[in-house]
């Protein structure tokens, strides 16, 4: 093995500890810790967010062409973005009393339609469709703690928004504004981990940061699909 097939291999050893950090998310839910389940999805979170970049800089696919990385992305995108998230929704009761189990089934099933659309990036990078970020969805009830019904409500709207044609900004991807877009995500990524370590009782001040993060990027993205239509399909 060569210096640069090892390095390959570390790149995908770290996609892979994603869904390491998954696992250990299910047993704190099961064990009814719910903040040490958010912490690990926290950390899966970073590892995506950085594995992208490593594959890149040490040319993974050219030097380990037999193992699809993206396919290992997916499956750990798909266990910690979606079902741990479904999970923690349904264990901890977060939406009204006989609605736990359709809203699981709705993030499952609209999700799975998301990851096989071929279309679900656009010509400028931006998502088509809500991108099944379901972490980043516990995340915002764990730290606002909304009603049961309004839960329900955003489930239910996120669900269908994944087979709307509206832009969702990927911040790694998206060229326009992006050093904006990437210091609203840091900052807004600062704020959860300040307020998840505050919980129970999260620093008013981050929970204003992650607001108004959320705000900013729903905002872009509904300004990008008004005044800027896909180009056509080749």
């Not at 995108?77 to 006989?98: C, N, R």
């Not at 606002?144 to 969702?168: D, G, Q, R, W, Y």
Request: glycine share 6%; with cysteine; aromatic share 14%.
């Amino acid at each position: 093995m060569t210096r640069d097939q090892l390095r390959a291999w570390c790149v995908h050893v770290f996609t892979m500890s994603g869904a390491v950090c998954g696992f250990l998310a299910l047993l704190n839910i099961t064990n009814n810790n719910p903040k040490d389940a958010i912490w690990w999805l926290i950390v899966a979170l970073i590892i995506d967010g950085v594995d992208g970049s490593l594959a890149r800089k040490f040319k993974v696919t050219e030097h380990l062409p037999d193992v699809d990385g993206a396919t290992i992305d997916n499956i750990v995108d798909y266990f910690t973005y979606v079902i741990i998230p479904a999970y923690y929704i349904w264990w901890f009761g977060l939406v009204p009393e006989g609605w736990a189990t359709p809203a699981a089934i709705a993030i499952l099933m609209s999700s799975q339609y998301h990851f096989s659309d071929l279309r679900h990036k656009t010509y400028d990078n931006y998502f088509r469709g809500f991108p099944a970020l379901w972490n980043l969805v516990v995340f915002g009830f764990y730290v606002f703690e909304p009603t049961p019904i309004v839960s329900l409500v955003i489930i239910f709207a996120l669900s269908l928004a994944t087979f709307v044609p509206m832009k969702f900004v990927h911040p790694f991807r998206v060229e326009r504004l992006r050093r904006t877009n990437l210091a609203v995500a840091g900052l807004g990524s600062l704020a959860l981990i300040a307020a998840v370590a505050t919980s129970p009782e999260p620093a008013g001040a981050s929970k204003i940061v992650i607001a108004l993060s959320i705000l900013y990027f729903l905002l872009i993205g509904a300004h990008r699909s008004l005044t800027q239509r896909d180009k056509p399909e080749m």
